[in-house]
């Protein structure tokens, strides 16, 4: 035993070596990755908000400078008194805490004017570097509307077999819901909110709209407050990646992201 203790000294020396460069050489394989994933701006995979980075960084330098060059308009605010601020805030606070998502809406017509402010006012949310990266459709026609209907019900259907799982549909049966949403026909207007992918620069170059997601749903919350300070009733669909819900000139980089059905209450059978 005593004439082996050398051997294993030596033995246990080159493990160590050997261990040693192998992980010098897994942290610089490692280590490229890790780098350019440092270099990218931060998005939140949950999300899945499309934004092309590898290619905005490409066009980043081309289209920039025109960017910059852009006039800022100087801001104005108006300050209330401290009472005045709470009893706004109390007011809008109830005024909000009334609104509900309606399954059974009546076909009572909804003022356009109304529906022309309501978008402009979700319009003015903000967005990933100041992209607005929204388009509001608003459909009325009954033949549109029931082909919208037939898209959602098959997605649904499928949501509900498959897609939620046994625990998501579980705790959907004590509000009743499936995926029959005759109420896409019933209501008066429904409107198609596409989340913009990218825009184009001036020379035509593509621009990328970053956190398009995120600023999406930030408008569609605005719009429905909006619509709840001016008497409406909604019911919100996700619909997510229904690209060919809109056909037509002008929808490069557009893909569906919500949808909601205006208008007044109806009767709960």
Not at 55 to 84: C, G, L, M, N
Not at 98 to 107: A, E, G, M, T, Y
Not at 175 to 182: D, G, V
Request: with cysteine; aromatic share 8%; charged share 30%.
């Amino acid at each position: 035993m005593f004439f082996l203790t050398p051997i294993l000294v030596a033995i246990l020396c080159i493990l160590v070596v050997w261990i040693f460069k192998n992980a010098d050489r897994h942290m610089e394989k490692r280590g490229e990755p890790r780098a350019m994933a440092e270099a990218r701006p931060w998005v939140d995979e949950d999300l899945k908000d499309s934004s092309d980075l590898h290619q905005a960084e490409e066009d980043a330098d081309e289209w920039q400078e025109s960017e910059e060059s852009v006039e800022h308009i100087p801001f104005s605010h108006t300050y209330y008194p401290e009472k005045e601020m709470v009893k706004r805030s109390q007011e809008f606070y109830e005024l909000l805490n009334k609104r509900r998502s309606v399954r059974f809406i009546s076909n009572e017509q909804v003022p356009m004017e109304v529906i022309d402010n309501v978008i402009r006012t979700a319009g003015t949310a903000p967005s990933g570097a100041h992209t607005e990266p929204w388009t509001f459709v608003v459909v009325k026609d009954p033949d549109v509307k029931h082909k919208i209907r037939k898209i959602i019900e098959e997605e649904e259907e499928i949501n509900y077999m498959k897609r939620m799982g046994h625990r998501w549909v579980t705790d959907l049966k004590k509000l009743r819901t499936n995926w029959i949403k005759e109420y896409l026909d019933t209501a008066p207007i429904l409107v198609l909110i596409f989340k913009q992918v990218h825009g184009f620069a001036a020379n035509g170059k593509k621009k990328v709209h970053y956190y398009n997601e995120i600023s999406v749903s930030i408008a569609c919350g605005i719009l429905l407050a909006a619509l709840q300070v001016n008497n409406g009733i909604t019911m919100r669909r996700q619909i997510a990646g229904h690209r060919y819900l809109i056909q037509g000139p002008g929808r490069s980089g557009e893909a569906c992201s919500k949808l909601s059905s205006q208008g007044c209450p109806g009767f709960c059978c």
